[in-house]
Nanobody
Framework: QVQMVESGGGFVQVGGSLRLSCEAS????????MSWYRQAPGKQRELVAA???????NYADSVKGRFAISRDNAKNTVYLHMYILKPEDTAVYYC?????????WGQGTQVTVSS
C-alpha cells in the first residue's frame, strides 16, 4: 500500500548539520501526517518531529530550535533538517506515515554525531 524509504543519514561532527529525506510510494494520497522518530541503543523510540499534510508541525523539546521538518507533497517526500547536532542526537531515524486507517514505517537511517 505505502512504502517509506529514508536516506541522508551518516556521520557528522558536533555542531554540524544533516538533512534526512523520506520518500513515500504507493497510495501516498492517503497519507495525512508524516513523522520522524529516532531510537538510540537501549532506549525507547521517540517522536522527533511531525508534520501534517496541511503543514502543521510539532517537535520534541530536545530538538526544538535545531531541527526543522518539511514536506514536498508533489514529490511525496518529507525532510528533516538537523542543525547544531549533538552527540545525544545519535540514533537510528525512522520515517512514519499515517493514513486514516494504517501507519507505515521506513527502514531507518543511522545518524552518528561524533565528539
Amino acid at each position: 500500500q505505502v512504502q517509506m524509504v529514508e536516506s541522508g543519514g551518516g556521520f557528522v561532527q558536533v555542531g554540524g548539520s544533516l538533512r534526512l529525506s523520506c520518500e513515500a510510494s504507493g497510495s501516498t494520497f492517503s497519507i495525512n501526517r508524516m513523522s520522524w522518530y529516532r531510537q538510540a541503543p537501549g532506549k525507547q523510540r521517540e517522536l522527533v518531529a511531525a508534520i501534517t499534510k496541511g503543514g502543521s508541525t510539532n517537535y520534541a523539546d530536545s530538538v526544538k530550535g535545531r531541527f526543522a521538518i518539511s514536506r514536498d507533497n508533489a514529490k511525496n517526500t518529507v525532510y528533516l533538517h538537523m542543525y547544531i547536532l549533538k552527540p545525544e542526537d545519535t540514533a537510528v531515524y525512522y520515517c512514519y506515515g499515517e493514513t486514516g486507517y494504517f501507519a507505515y514505517w521506513g527502514q531507518g537511517t543511522q545518524v552518528t554525531v561524533s565528539s
